[in-house]
């Protein structure tokens, strides 16, 4: 008997390899829960973690004075805005509903964003799990007694003094 009652998060980053023309796709994390809003709510909070990560607040606590810079609007226009789609996905609850109508009917999620440094794809899917109707009986458990053993006892060492 085969349900679908598992659901597998993969947020994945693509982009150039020290600005070669070379991409690599590094998986940033998995999931992996039987129960869909905590495993879409999971998703959006690691979109907000990212996105604040990529583009954090000039004033964080963390950061030394005059430290980040904002980056023109020209860039953001021309190649996309990755942390500002992110937010803008994680923060609508109306998105967010409609993530868990989607993998309630069976249906895959994917968001990918884009911009100058790469692309990022935030997926969830449903995933078959294999449920035993019955479990298998255990294993026959024999218990032998010691005399019944076939092989001896073991014998007392003595310890056998060393030539000088």
């Given at each position: 008997?085969?349900?679908?009652?598992?659901?597998?998060?993969?947020?994945?980053?693509?982009g150039?390899?020290?600005?070669?023309?070379?991409?690599?796709?590094?998986?940033?994390?998995?999931?992996?829960?039987?129960?869909?809003?905590?495993?879409?709510?999971?998703?959006?909070?690691?979109?907000?973690?990212?996105?604040?990560?990529?583009?954090?607040?000039?004033?964080?606590?963390?950061?030394?004075?005059?430290?980040?810079?904002?980056?023109?609007?020209?860039?953001?226009?021309?190649?996309?805005?990755?942390p500002?789609?992110?937010?803008?996905?994680?923060?609508?609850?109306s998105?967010?509903?409609?993530?868990?109508?989607?993998?309630k009917?069976?249906?895959?999620?994917?968001?990918?964003?884009?911009?100058?440094?790469?692309?990022?794809?935030?997926?969830?899917?449903?995933?078959?799990?294999?449920?035993?109707?019955?479990?298998?009986?255990?294993?026959?458990?024999?218990?032998?007694?010691?005399?019944?053993?076939s092989?001896?006892?073991?014998?007392?060492?003595?310890?056998?003094?060393?030539?000088?």
């Amino acid at each position: 008997m085969t349900r679908t009652s598992n659901y597998l998060a993969e947020i994945a980053a693509e982009g150039a390899v020290y600005g070669r023309e070379e991409w690599v796709r590094v998986v940033l994390a998995t999931r992996e829960s039987p129960y869909v809003r905590p495993i879409a709510r999971w998703l959006s909070d690691q979109a907000l973690r990212i996105a604040t990560r990529l583009d954090p607040q000039p004033r964080m606590h963390w950061c030394p004075l005059n430290a980040l810079r904002p980056v023109p609007d020209v860039v953001s226009d021309r190649t996309g805005d990755v942390p500002a789609r992110l937010r803008e996905w994680a923060e609508s609850r109306s998105e967010q509903r409609a993530v868990v109508e989607l993998l309630k009917r069976g249906d895959p999620f994917a968001l990918t964003a884009s911009d100058h440094t790469g692309v990022y794809t935030f997926a969830l899917r449903p995933a078959p799990v294999t449920v035993a109707a019955t479990p298998p009986p255990p294993p026959p458990v024999h218990v032998l007694d010691r005399w019944q053993r076939s092989d001896p006892p073991l014998k007392r060492q003595v310890p056998v003094p060393l030539p000088h």
